[in-house]
């Protein structure tokens, strides 16, 4: 893997700037914008539905990227639907399982706010909705999932948590929740852009991911769901391509995806979407978690010794991923993160990420976290580090 | 504290740019919810402070650290210091607004809304130049036992006073007097009108303006006007001067007559004697009802002395 090559597809870079934030939103490769560029350029059209040479043209551009999403992903086209964004893949399901009440979702204890908010929701209409608690260094408690786990209908996890790295034994809690007869939908907005995802091997029910934490662009993601499941799924949100004919009092609906893909898509996105795992697998998804776990290893070497800083997660590297998430004693998140921006041009994110029940039951405020990625090198690494003691010195 | 600063500093500079208007308003916020005892919500407070030393620590570590400990010290020491100054900067406003300078009325020393000091430039008695900086104070000039008869006087029987000593060819008195044309134009003012010839020694002038005055009593007005028209140059010029007395209607070949018969130059020379008794140190010099005003002030510095 060579890093330069990398740094020169992303011309951002030449800002001179140390990007630490790709958990919230990664940077993007030039292949992925003109790839987009392409299609306003050469054939704005709309797919499925003119047969003119830039609608034929669309159309077979966003079969290719549902083909090549599916093979990202280890699954068949047309288990892949093409959503706004995790947040919307997530809601989808919430929506059209046809959750009734007395049905049980169980969560985590550090969902993001798009993992519990729908779930939360659906507790006005009957849902039970009920939290795992994680153990004390933030691993996943799995005695605690096998005690709660009966009479549950859907168990809605993130695969890799924004908060701190962590990593939850997806492969176990989905063994554990089908054996009681339970759906499991991953939240891999974290995961899918560090690590390869197979949903044969994994046997996930529905799984979803967000385009631009993952090279993509922003507006487009993915949501996974086993054909059978799709099959029996209610649309979400009704319209133009999800059926196949109309009258005014009925309409026969298409299978998936399309009958979950209401209007006009987003086909710049998809392409680009396209074009980021294309680049991903290009590289090769095990290296580039080699890397950051690499570089986060350097970072917790360095950092974890100083007295004045408190780590989110457990103390080992490898079980943090990308992420290193951080306190410094007497200092606000917020304030480290404009203190790294201005002195030394650091971009991290600092406050609840999105986590705000995990530091509301701590009664924290919220957290530094720099979070890694394939662009980043041992240089950027070490000026963090130098930024950071200096800081905790004030 | 800081709050307090930046909706000051944001808040002036929101008047003029868009830009800083979120600023401002956030700061505002901050400001009320402190003063209702309530944490700033916006983290303005926090992320002044956070961007300032993030800044500092590039380069000056240890000062950072002094920065960041006594932050909430300096930034109400700045405060403090901000709201006095602004404090005095209204009350140099209102001074440069009755008085056209900061300082108050008679009073020397810089005016940011007049730094050039236009407004106190008088031409020095002695060198016929700008009057230094560090002058006489015009609180010392006086009308008191200065007999006013023997000058040229414009009497309306009106209730205001102005007296008006300045000289043909200085700058600052020709830039003065398009104020006194106006004050002129008011029927509640008589006027008296004093030539203290310092630029050029155009004592001259002073002769035919007194002659004039004694041919006729309202002519020596028509002649400032021209007199302040004539390039300054020219002023030295007798037939220029001559031609010019004729243009305003009098007969040039009387007024030369009249400056001997009449023995006009000692008129001149007891107006000299009397203006010395002024104290006057530079022109152009208004006296308004008594009251002295040096320097050429904008026409409302005039008319508030005015009854
Ligand atoms: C773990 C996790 N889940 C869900 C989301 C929501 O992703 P999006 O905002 O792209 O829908 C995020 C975004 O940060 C995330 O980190």
Known sequence: ?394 | MICILALVVFGTLSIFSARHRPLAKEAFDCVFRKLTLRKCESGLDLRLKSQLTGKLLRRHPRFAKIIYKNFELLSLAFTLLFLISFVYMGIGGYNYYLYGDCNGPNESGFCIFDPLGSNEKTSSLETGEACPSNSPSPKYLTLANVNLDIFPTYDRGAENDVIFIGCYACPYTREAYPQIQKLLLRDDVNFVFAHFPIKGKNDHLSDILNAIYLIDKQKFITLNDALFELDPLLLKDEDVIMQLVEEIGMDSELVQASIITNNVSAITAAQAIELQKTGLYGTPTVFVNGNAVVGPKPYRVYTRLLK
């Open chain 1, 1 to 394: 893997m060579n890093i330069e090559t990398i740094r020169n597809d992303f011309p951002v870079l030449k800002k001179d700037v140390i990007y630490l934030d790709s958990s919230c939103v990664s940077l993007k490769p030039k292949q992925v914008v003109e790839a987009m560029n392409k299609y306003y350029y050469e054939f704005p059209a709309c797919a499925g539905r003119s047969i003119h040479g830039f609608g034929s043209k669309v159309s077979g551009e966003i079969t290719a990227a549902r083909k090549n999403l599916a093979n990202f992903f280890s699954t068949k086209p047309n288990e892949i639907i093409f959503t706004r964004n995790a947040t919307e893949g997530i809601n989808l399901v919430a929506n059209s399982l046809g959750l009734k009440s007395g049905d049980k979702v169980l969560t985590s204890d550090k969902e993001h706010n798009s993992n519990l908010l729908p779930w939360q929701n659906l507790t006005k209409e009957g849902i039970l909705h009920q939290v795992v608690l994680s153990n004390q260094d933030n691993t996943f408690n799995l005695a605690e999932f096998e005690k709660q786990i009966e009479g549950t209908r859907l168990v809605s996890i993130v695969h890799t948590s924004n908060l701190d790295g962590v990593s939850f034994p997806v492969e176990k809690i989905i063994k554990i929740a089908h054996r009681n007869g339970a759906l499991v939908l991953l939240d891999c907005a974290q995961s899918a852009p560090h690590k390869e995802l197979n949903m044969r091997k994994l046997d996930a029910d529905f799984m979803v991911c967000s385009g631009h934490k993952m090279l993509g662009p922003s507006g487009i993601g993915a949501l996974y769901g086993k054909a059978k499941l799709l099959d029996q799924l209610q649309p979400f949100l009704l319209g133009g391509s999800t059926v196949r004919d109309a009258t005014y009092t009925s309409a026969e609906f298409e299978g998936a995806p399309a009958k979950f893909e209401a209007g006009l898509q987003n086909y710049a996105g998809i392409i680009g979407f396209s074009e980021a795992v294309t680049y991903l697998r290009n590289i090769g998804m095990k290296k580039i978690q080699h890397h950051e776990q690499e570089l986060n290893k350097q970072l917790t070497d360095e950092l974890l010794n100083l007295e004045a800083i408190s780590l989110i997660g457990p103390a080992g590297p490898s079980q943090r991923a990308g992420i290193f998430s951080f306190n410094i004693k007497d200092k606000d998140p917020h304030e480290v993160a404009l203190m790294l921006d201005q002195s030394a041009k650091i971009m991290v994110r600092s406050g609840a990420h999105c986590v705000h029940s995990w530091f509301n039951a701590r009664n924290l405020k919220g957290s530094v976290r720099a979070s890694l990625y394939l662009y980043n090198t041992e240089e950027e690494c070490t000026t963090f580090i130098d930024a950071v003691k200096a800081i905790a010195t004030l």
